[in-house]
Every structure is written in C-alpha cells, then in structure tokens.
C-alpha cells in the first residue's frame, strides 16, 4: 500500500446509517449521536444539535481512542472497544465500529449508561455488518475522482489560493 | 485517508506538519488561523503543556473552496516535535493524506532534522505508508536568522532524493522554486532520482507559509485524480 486507504460513501449508506443512528437515538433517549472516522473527520451526526464545533470534537474523539488503544496494548489488550467519559451533567460513551469509525454517544440524565452500553452493542453490531460491506463494496484503496487529474481541475485548484 | 462524501459533496484530506521541536510547526498553523477568513476555517485547538509545548497535537480545520463541484475541506494537524513524545506522535499520522515537514534551518538544528526526518521515514513505514510516494513537501523555515544554513546544504541532509524506478516517471521535471534545478531527473549514473518540493519561510512572519500549504493541497487534490 503506497500511500494511505481512504474510504468513500454513496448517498445510499449515508441514508442507511443515519436510520440506524436514528433508530438509536429514539430507543436509548440519548441527547445526540455522532459517528467518527479513525482520522477524526465527522461522518454523521443525529440528535440535538452540537453546540460545540462537530470538527475540533471528532479530531480530539480520534486521538482519544487512539491514545487508549495504546493504552490497551501496554496492558496486553488488543483494544478498548468502549470508552465512557463520565461528567456531572453530561457524559458520552464511545464504541468502535468495524476498527474504522466511533459511534459517540451524547447523553445527560434523562438515560442511564445501562441502557446506552445495551442499546449501542446492538447498533454497532448493524453499523460494523454495513461498513463491512460497504468497504468489501467499493474497496478501501485510494478512490479516484473523476475530473480530478484534468487541466480544468487544476486550474481551480489554483484558483483557491489566488 | 481522504474521506470523500458523496451525498454531501465533500472531501476532507488530513495534512500533517511534521519536524523537530520548536521548528515552527504550531506557528505554521497559527499564521494559517490568524489569515483565513474566520467563515472558511475552524478553532485552532491545541493540545500543549502550561509550556506551550505541543503535547499532542494541534489542530485547524480549513476550506479552501470548491473544486470539480466538491468542497474541499482540510483538516491540518501538527505534531509534538519533542523525541520523548513519539508515541502520541505516530498516531497523528494515521490515515494522512499529506505530509509538510518543517525544518529548522539553524545550523546547531541539523543533527534534530536529520533525526526527525528519519523518525517521520520510519512511523510512516510502520502503517505501510511510503512518503516517496504520497504528498511530501519540505519546508526551510526560521530563513531570517543569520545562523541559517544554506538551502543546498539542508537540501543535500534532509531532501537528497530517492530513486525512481517506474520507468513512465522517467522524465525531468523543472523545481518552480528553484530556476535550474530539478524535482525530477535523472543521475549522470543513469539513475532517476526525485524529491520533495521545498519552501524557504519565515513562518513568524507568515513568509512561505502560504506557499507551502498551496504546495501540498494541490498536491493531495492531484492525487484524487
């Protein structure tokens, strides 16, 4: 592998996973969910709004769950498939899916960790089954965008800088 | 790892300032925040000791506008420079899309190059990445003080080339930055030899920053193709 893998998605696992994520939200009464790449690059969010900026929150979820997977391995862990972050008012649990991507969930009072952890074991069993096939589907070597190595292309390219 | 979403139009690349301790890395990115229009970027987040040494990593989101009908989006990341940091230090680099690495160009600096070049070659080799062949540009920073070393001899210790032995690459081609000299070519010996784009900076003053995040995007974008 030359360089780094990349992933895409169609408008259809897009759809797919939002009703997932949607469905969750609605049997577990958590406050939002988000859904994070590896790389700290938001995938979808459902819920309330974020108040806070969804980017700077996924860059630091990624490095997070990076941290604690060498955590886990200095103690002879493969991994933490699950993190929880406990606050006064609001807490969010983390669970890996598909070792690609985190599911992030928001939640204050109004659930119990209980029920997240239960609920999110399920959805991230779905969400892994449709990743997989996803990634199995449009491979996850670099995807070529079409258009992109033309003159046009790199015109505009320049343009953005002035 | 570009992340290129379809329903929404976007692509986000993860860009990655690499080099030796208080090169000049969080102040590429500072220079970057303090420029962009507010409405095209995000918060500069920054992970550092009461020191304001990078403790993991900071961060700063940018678009940079639409290309082919896509919003480019690029998320610039650097590292903690220090040799004791190299764990949180290698996990920045996962899934990166392109690599700036920031030198310093004082002369007492080149031995702290030379081993962040090398720490960079090697925690890219243990994902399985090869940096001869994904976005890499090498940027000479801190050009002001009178203690710079000359481009040729930074050059010669952290950018000699690597060879190229794709034989449809076998073709010169001009360094834009440097009139006469080459980012392609081919050794008397009749080996083909590449290396990264270089910028000079002085990234206090903003000199060359620009430049060099215009160098690796185009880059990564072309890469797209």
């Known amino acids: ?162 | 790892m570009s992340m290129i979403n379809y329903a929404s139009r976007e692509i986000n690349c993860k860009l990655v300032y690499y080099g030796p301790g208080l090169g000049g890395k969080t102040t590429n990115l500072e220079h970057v925040f303090g420029k962009v229009n507010p409405a095209a970027r995000g918060k500069l987040i920054s992970l550092a000791t009461e020191t304001e040494r990078t403790l993991f990593f900071d961060f700063l989101p940018v678009d940079l506008g639409t290309v082919r009908g896509f919003k480019t989006r690029f998320h610039l990341y650097t590292v903690p420079g220090q040799v004791y940091y190299n764990a949180s230090r290698k996990l920045i680099l996962k899934g990166v899309d392109g690599v700036v690495f920031v030198a310093d160009s004082q002369m007492e600096r080149m031995e702290a190059n030379i081993e962040s070049m090398q720490n960079l070659y090697d925690n890219m080799a243990e994902y399985g990445y090869d940096l001869t062949r994904i976005p890499f540009v090498v940027q000479y920073n801190k050009r002001d003080l009178p203690n710079a070393a000359p481009v040729k001899d930074l050059q010669a210790q952290l950018n000699p080339g690597w060879p190229v032995t794709d034989e449809a690459r076998h073709k010169i081609v001009p360094d834009p930055g440097f009139p006469g000299e080459h980012l392609l070519w081919q050794l008397p010996t009749g080996e083909w030899v590449e290396r990264a784009p270089v910028h000079e900076a002085v990234a206090v003053k903003g000199d060359g920053v620009f430049d060099t995040l215009k160098t690796v995007s185009k880059l990564v974008l072309k890469s797209l193709g």
């Open chain 1, 1 to 162: 592998m030359p360089g780094a893998s990349s992933w895409s998605f169609q408008e259809s696992d897009f759809k797919a996973i939002s009703e997932r994520m949607n469905a969750l939200l609605r049997e577990t009464n958590v406050k939002s969910l988000l859904l994070v790449d590896r790389t700290g690059q938001v995938v979808a969010n459902v819920g309330e709004p974020p108040t806070f900026d969804p980017q700077a929150f996924a860059s630091l979820t990624a490095a997070d769950f990076s941290a604690n997977d060498q955590l886990a391995k200095m103690i002879g862990e493969h991994e933490f498939s699950s993190l929880f972050h406990q606050g006064e008012k609001e807490s969010m649990y983390l669970a890996d899916v598909a070792h690609r991507v985190i599911l992030v969930a928001l939640f204050d009072n109004r659930t119990t960790l209980g029920m997240v952890r239960l609920k999110v074991k399920t959805t991230v069993e779905e969400l892994t089954r449709l990743f997989e096939a996803m990634f199995s589907r449009t491979g996850t070597e670099q995807p070529k965008l079409e258009g992109f190595a033309s003159q046009e292309a790199e015109d505009e390219i320049d343009k953005l800088f002035g």
